[in-house]
Structures are given as C-alpha cells and as structure tokens.
C-alpha cells in the first residue's frame, strides 16, 4: 500500500506490550492538518492512528499525549528540549487491532518496531473500524466523536448476554443513554423485544411511551397499569422485613413455622399443586396473610378457666373479632393476682410486633403489598389471578418494554421490594428455562437505573444477592442486565467486573474514577483521564459490545427521561393555597389515603 505523505505524523521510539510510543515529525507544524479538503485533529485522546507493515494497517488509540506519554527511558534525554515541543511532540497509543483489506478485527497478530512510519486515519479507515456491524445485530446510539459522520453501533447480542453498565455523575445524560439505546432496540426489527426497566423515579414514562407498558402504584389509569407486588410471593426475610417491628429468633422460627403452615394448607387451592415437601416459607404460595395475623394474635390474647395447655383448656371469648377487617377477638382479661382467668403460658410475647403489622396492612401507601388486587387472597388463601398472570401482565404483552415505576414505594422497603421483584422476574425465568418463555427462546433484559439506590456494595440484601447471581449466571439463561449508576464505588465490584460493556460518561469525582479504571483492560486505563471533560452526553463505550473502545457522542432522544421534581421556581411564583387545605391534609392522613 502506497503512504501518502500528508498523512505521516510521527515514527515509533519505542514498543512495550502493545504500548506504543510514537515521536511526532517536526515538519508536523499544524495539529490540524486538511487533507483531501478534510480536517483531522491529530493528537486528540480516544482518536486513533496507523502503523502500516506491509499489506496489513495496525491502528492504535491515542491515550496520552505530551510530556505523560515520554517513555522512562527517555525522559532524560527528552529533558534537554524545550517545554513547548515536549508536550506536542509526544504521544501513546495503545494497539487495538488491525486491518487485512477491508477486514478490521481487534487484537494484532504483529507488532510494529522503533521506526517504523506512523499516519493518520483517514475516513475511509474509520469507516472500515467502525464499520463492519451486521446491521440484523446492532443498534446505532450515535455517533464517533471524533468523527461526526460515522454512526456509532453496539452489537445488540454481546450488549444483552454479557450485560452492561453506564456510569457518570448526576446530569452527564445517563438516562438520556438508556433510553436512547431502548428507543434503538425498540424501533429495530425486534418485534419480540423483552426488556424490564425498573425506574426508581418513574422519570421514563413520557420519553417511551410508545414503546412501552407502564405499571405504577397509584397508577393513572388511562395511561398505566397498576403494579401489584404480591406479598406471599416475597422470600420469608423480605415479607418480615417489610414490617416495622423486629423478633427475636425463637419467635421467627415461631412465625415461619406458622407461615409454611398456611402455604402447605393453600396448595390445595392451586390448580396445578406442588410437591408438599419441596415447599419452604420461601415458596411463593398465596396464603391469607390476615388470617394469619388473627390467629397468631389470638394464641397471644386467649385467657382460660384452668391453667392448662391452650388445646385443652377452654377459652374465654368475649367478643369474637374479624380478620378481614383485622379486628382481634377479645377475651375475659387475666386475673392480676396469678387466679382464674390464666394468660396462655405458651403466648409468643409477640403483640408488639403484630401491632405493628397490622398498622402496615391497614397503611394505604403499601396496600400494592398486602391487598394486590386478583392477587390478594381470601381468608381461605384463594386467589382469582396467580403469579402466572402477573408475569404474563409484565412480560407478555406485545411491546418491546415494560417500566415498573417504583416511585410510589416507600424508600424503607425499596430495596427488599426491588430485590424481590426482580428476584421473581429471575427464578420465573431459571424454572422456565427450557421452555418458550424461558430467558434462552426469550432473552430478557433487565435496566436498573439509580443501581446505586438498591445494590450497596459489601450489603448483604435480596437486591445485591439477586443481582450478582444475574451477573454470574445470567447469561446461561438468556437474563442480560444494564445497570446505570453515578456512584460506582457504592456498587458492588463483583458486579461491575460482570459486565463485558462499559459506557462511562463524564465522571467528576476522582473515587468513582478509580472504580471505573479498575474495570476497564489494563491499557485503556489512560483513557480514563478524559472522562472529567467529556460533554454532557458523551462517553466512552468499553467492552465487548463495541469493536473498539470508542468516544462516542449519544443522541438526544426527542421526549427527555424526565425527573419529578417539582419546578421550585415557577410552583414558589403561584399564589398561595387556600389555608383549609391543611385540614383536608390532616384528613387524609388520618384515613390514609392521597385523595
Ligand atoms: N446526548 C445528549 N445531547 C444533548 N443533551 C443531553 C444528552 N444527554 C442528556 N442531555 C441533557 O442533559 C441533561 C441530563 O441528562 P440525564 O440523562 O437526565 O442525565 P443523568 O441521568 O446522568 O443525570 C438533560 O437535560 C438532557 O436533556
Ligand atoms: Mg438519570
């Protein structure tokens, strides 16, 4: 191939591993040269250069620049030029692949050695870089930065299976990021699309609607659908700690006994009943967490003639209570003085906690909980809808992606919730995995923005285990995961190790820097430096779903993912309320409800 010599920027001094450092030539007096009419940039961190050998192009990233990429053993004999010529003349690439023809592929089979020519690339390289995707397998989020032309493409199978995540700070346009490469996925030719976005914010719900069905607590009805957690479908130590009281462990082992109890009794009501002893308090079996309230509640209230054991003693029911409506029965109280009426000796000492259970079922604001709709069950444990249709509700229906608005969540249950819904998503999905609807026919990809707020690293949660069984196994049963944070520190690294793709859009705070270079190929830890100074919707694409690490500038979608924060400024502009409304205020809170 014949080297123009416009293009010769520079000579390699010296190799190391596929560190390249290259002099620039004096004769390059413009970083900016035009050639063919067009502009370059020489020299601009994340943009590339060639090293041709013979019949094939070796192309390299650009990674420091000036008197940082001198290599050691020359810095003294560096150190007799001027300061101006040390920061122009000096650069490192790393090498990432190499071109036969019209085929770019990354890794090289050949090295380059001190001398040898080093050019600019021009379109027609970059095009060929770049290029190359199979268009029935990749989605387009944007384009190269450096190059704004050149489309920028994710291969779409790498980016599920070997799952992804976004990182930067609060505004560099994560969200914005997301949801474009969602629109891209859902504007594709993938009819069949199952993507689950859990949006701790609800702040999608306008930017995809048309792809989208979303479920809510308080839902709009016209808009949304009603998202229903179903209590019984919650592992035992998330059901418990959705209640504000603690037990000590007799009296958990008390009440979990209790528990599988009821599951084992309601699997006469499922149509298709499991094996008795392959259930646990973990299974989820809709049972009647009311009933069960009332009858633990009695053992502790019921008083008796004789101090006997309760199942032979009789007891002195004074008024008989309801368990629908959580009302206790009541009982001759206990003489003081150690006579007749006697206490049941064997009560749990647990009236405590059951207050504060009941409080919880009886609070509008977790009624998506304890009374989800066909899914609640009655005193006997029935239920008109199963967990069959919830999933069906979630994941069957004929659009690309399903959000579950989280933001009607109370923050002290977010985690646990989260971590049980998606834990729900996954075990259906593991159980289910030789069948059509299993994650291998079905790819599912799961988007959980905000990780941060549910995924606190070295926290022991059902959030945190979830995730990282996704993160290790997920793959195998077609589960991909995006995660999107502005704290990598606080996520767990196990779990960002996980992920083969990486987008790292600007990121001023140098902690969560250090996080990220620990992620990313050894090499292309100096690329890092430039994420301070990127644009806000611009970043770094890492990984395994791109063929080369690429400076990338996102597309804005049309309808922004938007926060619901209120607009302080123009809201403090209105005049103010009429004052009666406190009293209404007041009132609903007495009645727990919104309106
Ligand atoms: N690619 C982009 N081009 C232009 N503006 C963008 C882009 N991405 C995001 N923005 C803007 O930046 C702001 C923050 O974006 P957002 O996605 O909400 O950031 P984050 O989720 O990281 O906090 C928004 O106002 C958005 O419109
Ligand atoms: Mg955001």
């Not at 079996?285 to 309230?293: A, E, G, M, N, V």
């Not at 004074?318 to 009541?330: D, F, H, M, V, W």
């Not at 999107?484 to 083969?500: A, H, I």
């Amino acid at each position: 191939m014949k080297q123009k010599k416009e293009s010769l920027v520079g000579t390699i001094v010296s190799v190391n591993g596929n560190v390249i450092s290259v002099k620039m030539h004096d004769r390059v007096k413009s970083t900016m040269p035009i050639i063919d009419g067009l502009l370059y940039r020489i020299g601009q961190i994340g943009s590339f250069l060639r090293i041709p050998l013979g019949y094939i192009n070796l192309y390299g990233v650009v990674t420091k620049i000036g008197a940082d990429a001198i290599p050691e053993s020359l810095k003294e004999l560096a150190l007799g030029e001027d300061e101006r010529s040390l920061n122009t003349r000096w650069m490192s690439l790393v090498l990432i692949g190499e071109r036969i023809g019209r085929k770019f592929e990354r890794g090289v089979t050949q090295f380059p050695t001190a001398e040898d020519e080093v050019h600019l690339v021009t379109i027609e390289d970059l095009n060929v870089i770049y290029g190359g995707f199979d268009e029935s397998n990749s989605i387009t989020v944007g384009n190269i930065s450096v190059s704004e032309s050149l489309p920028a493409k994710m291969e779409l199978d790498k980016l599920v299976t070997r799952h992804c995540a976004i990182v930067g700070s609060t505004g560099s346009g994560k969200s914005n990021t997301v949801a474009i490469m969602l629109e891209a996925i859902s504007r594709g030719e993938f009819p069949s699309a199952r993507i689950l976005l859990i949006d701790p914010h609800g702040e999608y719900n306008e930017s995809l609607k048309e792809y989208s069905k979303v479920f809510k607590v308080n839902a709009d009805k016209q808009e949304q659908s009603e998202l229903y957690i179903p209590f019984w479908a919650l592992p035992f130590d998330e059901l418990m700690a959705s209640f504000p009281g603690a037990l000590n462990d007799q009296q958990r082992d008390y009440v979990r006994g209790k528990i599988l109890e009821k599951k084992i009794a309601a699997i006469e009501n499922l149509k298709i009943k499991p094996d008795v002893n392959s259930l646990t308090s973990d299974s989820p079996i809709p049972f009647s967490i009311k009933q069960l309230w009332f009858e633990l509640d009695d053992f502790e209230r019921q008083t008796f003639k004789e101090n006997r054991k309760p199942e032979t003693a009789a007891a002195m029911l004074k008024e008989k209570g309801n368990p629908a409506k959580l009302i206790s029965n009541t009982y001759e109280p206990a003489s003081p003085g150690g006579g007749s009426p006697f206490l049941n000796f064997q009560a749990k000492g647990i009236l405590g906690f059951l207050d504060g259970m009941k409080t919880r079922m009886l609070d509008q604001g977790y009624k998506f909980l304890y009374e989800p709709g066909d899914l609640n069950p009655d005193l006997d444990g029935n239920v008109k809808s199963d967990l069959d249709s919830l999933l069906c509700e979630w994941l069957g229906h004929d659009r690309p992606i399903t959000i579950l608005d989280l933001s009607g969540i109370p923050t002290d249950i977010m985690s646990s919730i989260s971590g049980s819904l998606l834990k729900i998503v996954y075990d259906a999905l593991f159980w289910g995995q030789n069948l059509p609807v299993g994650g291998r026919e079905q790819p599912l990809l799961l988007v959980l923005e905000e990780a941060h707020n549910y995924l606190k690293a070295g926290e022991d949660s059902i959030s945190s285990r979830t995730v990282q069984k996704i993160a290790k196994e997920g793959r195998k049963y077609g589960v991909g995961l995006l995660l999107v944070t502005q704290r990598p520190t606080e996520l767990d690294e196990t779990v960002l190790s996980q992920c083969g793709t990486l987008i790292a859009l600007r990121m001023t705070n140098k902690g969560d820097r250090g996080h990220v270079s620990a992620a990313v190929q050894d090499e292309l830890y100096d690329m890092v430096a430039l994420l301070p100074s990127l644009r806000t919707g611009e970043g770094l694409i890492m990984g395994e779903a791109v063929k080369i690490p690429s400076r990338v500038k996102f597309e804005q979608i049309s309808k922004a993912p938007k926060s619901t924060d209120p607009l302080v400024s123009r809201q403090w502009t209105k005049p103010k309320p009429d004052n009666k409304e406190y009293k209404t205020a007041v009132d609903y809170w007495r009645n727990q409800k919104f309106s």
